[in-house]
């Protein structure tokens, strides 16, 4: 049975931050790699089949939200899954402690990057009636 728990509570919590928008996807990475063992090629494997549900569950509300520009959808889609397709091709011959590395780095970076955006926002002064 807890051989079952951990990996559950794994994908609950990633689908939880997915929902949000945090980027369930890295911390499914982390918790596969480092608590659960998984290699890390196998674990990016898994990660992107993750994603498909829960980026198509996003796109359904934010389309019926309206917040797709679909000018833009369609500039970026096609350099994008090109790349995506590049980079998985280029994984597949690499050694996995490079690809660690950099990822480790993004990791930092895009941590300190939303720490600063977290710190620069102002709480919303309550006690003032809104401007006309």
């Given at each position: 049975m807890?051989?079952l728990?951990?990996?559950?509570?794994?994908?609950?919590?990633?689908g939880?931050?997915?929902?949000?928008?945090?980027?369930g996807?890295?911390i499914?990475?982390?918790?596969?790699?480092?608590?659960?063992?998984v290699?890390?090629?196998?674990?990016?494997?898994?990660?992107l089949?993750?994603?498909l549900?829960?980026?198509?569950a996003?796109?359904?509300?934010?389309?019926?939200k309206?917040?797709?520009?679909?000018?833009?959808?369609?500039?970026t889609?096609?350099?994008g899954t090109a790349?995506?397709?590049a980079?998985?091709a280029a994984?597949?011959f690499l050694?996995?402690?490079?690809l660690?590395?950099?990822?480790?780095?993004?990791?930092?970076?895009?941590?300190?990057?939303m720490l600063?955006?977290l710190?620069k926002?102002?709480?919303?002064?309550?006690?003032?009636?809104?401007?006309?």
């Amino acid at each position: 049975m807890k051989e079952l728990l951990i990996p559950f509570l794994t994908g609950l919590g990633a689908g939880v931050l997915s929902a949000w928008g945090v980027g369930g996807g890295t911390i499914l990475l982390l918790c596969m790699t480092l608590l659960l063992g998984v290699d890390q090629r196998q674990a990016q494997a898994v990660n992107l089949l993750f994603f498909l549900p829960a980026a198509g569950a996003g796109l359904l509300f934010h389309r019926k939200k309206g917040e797709i520009d679909g000018l833009l959808w369609r500039q970026t889609a096609l350099a994008g899954t090109a790349a995506a397709l590049a980079a998985a091709a280029a994984a597949q011959f690499l050694d996995v402690s490079l690809l660690r590395r950099p990822f480790g780095v993004y990791l930092l970076l895009a941590g300190l990057s939303m720490l600063r955006k977290l710190l620069k926002k102002t709480p919303p002064d309550r006690g003032k009636p809104p401007e006309k």
